[in-house]
């Protein structure tokens, strides 16, 4: 049989095994997104966004057939081989975030292999693609995912700079007829330089947007408690919260102190003395004895937990609707308070 017979074979076997899972799995991304998004706030992580794609069969199938230097299939086994047939792309707003991700994907996933691109880059002597490529396997530890266990996935982490360069250079460098099956134009050295300038200011920025982060970070300048009676405010929580909690917990993002704020509000708690009250050492032992946490959570997670496990169903009831996604916390609230109250 033929060297092309052998690899036409084994591309058809592919498609039909892609095509297979595919219909068994079409909500595959959203599930895997949505669970990657609610891993991130739980932890308090300050990203920007979470994109989770299936590689489309052209795409796949032009990977497939890539050639190693002796004539052969790059992949001999396709399906087994490519890491990448489900990606997901977290960007973050600075780069000392990045440690947070990988650190939090370790303790949810089992991470096969991880690649620093910028340090390969900087190895080079140059400037150029920065990103963190992770391949991580689902476990029965990793929440929301209990479904696709053994499933192998790529994770790719960057700074929001970062990813406009990225998107940026790939679509010049590329003809717009997307990145399936495009065609890389021929290498321009004009081209080449500006990317490499734009490259070095990017670190650059995000050298300084780390500063500025540092400079800005609440624990720099934490408020007094005040009075007892004192209302909460999203702005005044994460100081708050930080001296009721001390500092083993992640601030959340900004914007979740709002969703946390309409949390603690559905049960009366309004003011500084309410939360202190709410927020005792004994209560938090028992969080970390029945939901053992694969990370250390931020402060809207830990204190929605707290909350549960005050409040039991009454706390489902009357907040399974906050946020974006009420039917993924609805069975997220009920899934942890099995667990709180030992009868999952």
Request: charged share 30%; aromatic share 8%; net charge negative.
């Amino acid at each position: 049989m033929s060297t092309k017979k052998i690899h036409d074979d084994t591309v058809a076997r592919l498609g039909s095994t892609y095509f297979t899972w595919l219909d068994a799995n079409e909500d595959i991304a959203v599930t895997f997104r949505n669970a990657l998004h609610e891993l991130m706030l739980d932890a308090g992580i300050n990203f920007d966004r979470v994109d989770v794609r299936v590689k489309t069969w052209p795409s796949l199938k032009a990977k497939a057939r890539k050639l190693n230097d002796d004539g052969e299939l790059l992949y001999p086994d396709p399906w087994h081989d490519i890491r990448d047939i489900l990606g997901a792309r977290v960007t973050v707003l600075h780069s000392t975030e990045i440690p947070a991700v990988q650190r939090l994907l370790a303790d949810q996933f089992d991470v096969l292999r991880s690649i620093d691109k910028a340090q390969e880059t900087r190895i080079a002597g140059g400037f150029g693609y920065g990103s963190h490529h992770l391949q991580v396997r689902v476990t029965d530890r990793s929440e929301g995912l209990e479904a696709y266990v053994g499933t192998v996935f790529e994770v790719q982490i960057r700074t929001v700079l970062q990813h406009a360069w990225a998107e940026f250079e790939h679509d010049i460098r590329y003809k717009r007829g997307g990145a399936d099956g495009g065609v890389q134009h021929r290498s321009d050295p004009q081209i080449d330089r500006a990317f490499t300038l734009a490259a070095g200011l990017i670190e650059l920025a995000d050298q300084q947007f780390d500063q500025i982060a540092s400079i800005a970070n609440p624990h720099h300048e934490l408020p007094g408690l005040g009075a007892a009676d004192a209302d909460l405010s999203p702005e005044t929580l994460p100081g708050i919260l930080t001296i009721l909690l001390g500092p083993k917990f992640p601030l959340s993002r900004a914007d979740d102190y709002r969703f946390l704020l309409e949390l603690l509000r559905t049960h009366g708690i309004e003011e500084v003395g309410q939360l202190r009250d709410l927020i005792n050492p004994a209560d938090i032992e028992a969080l970390f004895n029945s939901l053992e946490y694969a990370f250390e959570p931020g402060q809207v997670r830990i204190v929605d937990d707290l909350l549960l496990n005050r409040y039991g169903t009454d706390h489902i009831e009357r907040t399974w609707d906050a946020g974006n996604r009420p039917k993924v916390r609805r069975t997220r609230l009920n899934r942890r308070l099995a667990r709180l109250r030992g009868t999952d």
